[in-house]
T-cell receptor
Framework: GAGVSQSPRYKVAKRGQDVALRCDPISGHVSLFWYQQALGQGPEFLTYFQNEAQLDKSGLPSDRFFAERPEGSVSTLKIQRTQQEDSAVYLC????????????FGQGTRLTVV | TQLLEQSPQFLSIQEGENLTVYCNSSSVFSSLQWYRQEPGEGPVLLVTVVTGGEVKKLKRLTFQFGDARKDSSLHITAAQPGDTGLYLCAGSHSGSARQLTFGSGTQLTVLP
């Protein structure tokens, strides 16, 4: 597709359940970012990949959060043992190259933990 | 914690009015961007400013980057209902990652 694609669009998880969120970046984009956006707030940085290498994971809120991009294209954000405070929209963005500031965002996955 | 403070947080105006949204920080950024986000969608880039004092115009929108590259403003002239949305400023620092630090957002509603 022409843009960043995220799936699922909506996810309801019971507290304690594991979830996996998928991001398909724009083809050929080197950089991939995950952000978390709480209701009524701006997005907050979670982690960054350059190709398959995870260069920065300083924004991951706990060790229950794990991200991977094994072949340098599709990325998965996994949250283990979900808690209510994990409820948010998870946004994926990609850039053409590492130093480029123009990020293209997906529509996001809205996660609700009940 | 948002390092970029936006004001106002909410703004509701009538069609045809002018408005200004502010984005302030104590940090210096190498570039600053403005995004608009609609419900259920990801943010969409409006403009990037990189030079202190820079002014960019996009139709009825005027963006300014402060001289010290710590603050920015977005001015909309003759607002239209289609301008309704969440406006986000985001700064980035020089370096290879170029991750964005977002402001808290300004929710704009333009009433017909």
């Amino acid at each position: 597709g022409a843009g960043v694609s995220q799936s699922p669009r909506y996810k309801v998880a019971k507290r304690g359940q594991d979830v996996a969120l998928r991001c398909d970046p724009i083809s050929g984009h080197v950089s991939l970012f995950w952000y978390q956006q709480a209701l009524g707030q701006g997005p907050e940085f979670l982690t960054y990949f350059q190709n398959e290498a995870q260069l920065d994971k300083s924004g991951l809120p706990s060790d229950r959060f794990f991200a991977e991009r094994p072949e340098g294209s599709v990325s998965t954000l996994k949250i283990q043992r979900t808690q209510q405070e994990d409820s948010a929209v998870y946004l994926c963005a990609s850039n053409l190259w590492a130093g480029n500031t123009e990020a293209f965002f997906g529509q996001g996955t809205r996660l609700t933990v009940v | 914690t948002q390092l970029l403070e936006q004001s106002p947080q909410f703004l509701s105006i009538q069609e045809g009015e002018n408005l200004t949204v502010y984005c302030n920080s104590s940090s210096v950024f190498s570039s600053l961007q403005w995004y608009r986000q609609e419900p259920g969608e990801g943010p969409v880039l409006l403009v990037t400013v990189v030079t202190g004092g820079e002014v960019k115009k996009l139709k009825r929108l005027t963006f300014q980057f402060g001289d010290a590259r710590k603050d920015s403003s977005l001015h909309i002239t003759a607002a239209q209902p289609g301008d309704t949305g969440l406006y986000l400023c985001a700064g980035s620092h020089s370096g290879s990652a170029r991750q964005l630090t977002f402001g808290s957002g300004t929710q704009l509603t333009v009433l017909p």
